[in-house]
């Protein structure tokens, strides 16, 4: 079983920064994928950014320039820095680590941008 712990949302002014962190425990394959992804009430959950095992990044079109994604494999730990948000990235964040077409999802941490 695979477990996700996600810490870091919370409320940040728009042009401030904060930093997302997610934890994986369990059974994790090695060559993985690990992911932050958002949602809005009444739209789809859509990826803000992703990152495998061997450092490749990609990343959503209304946060590039402005939020990085970082992992450290060694703990399982994937991190989402975002600078400068604006109040349409306010979200509930959700962390994923994934293989071979196999998700696990932590349960959402909740993002609030707004002065």
């Known amino acids: 079983q695979v477990q996700l712990v996600e810490s870091g949302g919370g409320l940040v002014q728009p042009g401030g920064s904060l930093r997302l962190s997610c934890a994986a425990y369990g059974s994790i394959f090695s060559d993985n994928t690990m992911g932050w992804y958002r949602q809005v009430p009444g739209k789809q959950r859509e990826l803000v950014a992703d990152?495998?095992?061997?450092?490749?990044?990609n990343y959503g079109d209304s946060v590039k320039g402005r939020f990085t994604i970082s992992r450290d494999s060694a703990k399982n730990t994937v991190y989402l820095q975002m600078n400068s948000p604006k109040p349409e990235d306010t979200a509930v964040y959700y962390c994923s680590v994934g293989w071979y077409g196999m998700y696990y999802w932590g349960e959402g941490t909740l993002v609030t941008v707004s002065s």
């Open positions: 990152i495998t095992s061997a450092g490749r990044t």
